[in-house]
């Protein structure tokens, strides 16, 4: 049994790291992907998890999966594909950590994931299924995204989902907003940023697309704000946390850092889909004040997956406002 499973995007960030003698841009490898990242800071907290994607047969794809290996993270799910390059992402940052990104993916090999190349008996003994909308941009792993969501619910896990929009990998942005929005209805607990609540409802105002989403069905919403924190919602109560304190040195892989911790949380509570809606506003509030300590930790590092933080620092952090 896994806690979480986690299927989409496995590839390399080359994130800017200054110049060289020459004066020319230097680029540092570092493993990323979303759901990745997301099941790193899992096996970091000691949970059981598997990873379900698709890479190139060359360099990067060995290091990805061997990434994962040392990680503990399941790779029996990761296929290789001889006919496609591992997809690169190419990361830029500004003075305060933010990122612009330019993709090599045409086609990468994340989006080349069949649904028959899928794990069925990975997805059906877990106990939540996570995915994000970057395997819906392309066929055929759109397909194979859906249909393992499909077979993850049938079997009773909860499905996550994080949109994770990125402009430049859809055809366009109606296309984007239609698949990402069909998505969501398949999902019980959704984590989205301030800057795509109106993308996925329509809505400019957070707490009001938080509500269309449960109307919709779905059991429980995040919202991260950034430097003003996060909010998470069910239909019953809602919390806000302030943003922790840090210095942000590279903001990737902070989103995937706070909602790994989130899901850590119903993981170690041993909740079940249906009792995700009555999470009361005490416990929701510990939800996000965790994942908040998880984001602050992660921006302090460069990269996505390798900093993810430790349980360890995650409670050291949290146990120091204790003592104040």
């Not at 990680?71 to 690169?88: C, H, N, P, Q, W």
């Not at 859809?170 to 907003?177: C, F, K, N, P, S």
């Not at 922790?244 to 989130?262: C, L, N, P, S």
């Not at 510990?286 to 900093?307: E, I, T």
Request: hydrophobic share 45%; net charge neutral.
């Amino acid at each position: 049994m896994f806690d979480v499973v986690g299927l989409g995007e496995l590839l390399i960030d080359f994130t800017y790291a200054g110049a060289s003698q020459n004066g020319m841009r230097l680029f540092e490898q570092n493993p990323g992907g979303a759901p990745a990242n997301v099941l790193t800071a899992l096996a970091n907290f000691g949970r059981r998890v598997a990873f379900i994607g698709k890479v190139g047969a060359d360099m990067h794809g060995d290091f990805l999966r061997e990434t994962l290996n040392g990680k503990r993270i399941d790779t029996s799910g990761v296929v290789v594909d001889e006919d496609a390059f591992t997809t690169l992402a190419f990361v830029s940052l500004n003075a305060a950590g933010e990122r612009g990104f330019a993709f090599a993916r045409k086609p990468g090999a994340d989006t080349r994931l069949r649904t028959e190349e899928l794990p069925r008996e990975i997805i059906k003994r877990c106990a939540i299924f996570h995915f994000g909308s970057l395997s819906l941009t392309e066929e055929p792993a759109r397909q194979a995204t859906l249909d393992a969501v499909a077979l993850a619910r049938d079997s009773g896990a909860i499905v996550s989902y994080d949109p994770n929009y990125r402009a430049q990998l859809w055809r366009d942005a109606d296309e984007a907003v239609r698949m990402m929005r069909n998505a969501a209805a398949y999902a019980d607990v959704v984590k989205l940023s301030e800057e795509e609540v109106p993308l996925l409802t329509g809505e400019t105002c957070r707490e009001k697309g938080a509500k269309r989403l449960l109307e919709q069905g779905c059991s429980c919403v995040a919202v991260t704000m950034g430097g003003k924190g996060a909010a998470a919602y069910t239909a019953k109560t809602s919390a806000t946390v302030p943003a922790r304190q840090a210095r942000v040195v590279d903001a990737t892989g902070a989103g995937d850092a706070f909602w790994g911790g989130f899901l850590f949380q119903i993981v170690e509570r041993g909740l079940a889909r249906g009792a995700l809606k009555d999470l009361d506003s005490r416990t929701l509030t510990d939800f996000v004040a965790f994942a908040n300590a998880v984001a602050a930790l992660c921006v302090q590092k460069r990269g996505g997956m390798p900093a993810m933080p430790r349980l360890e620092d995650v409670k050291r952090s949290l146990s120091g406002d204790n003592r104040r």
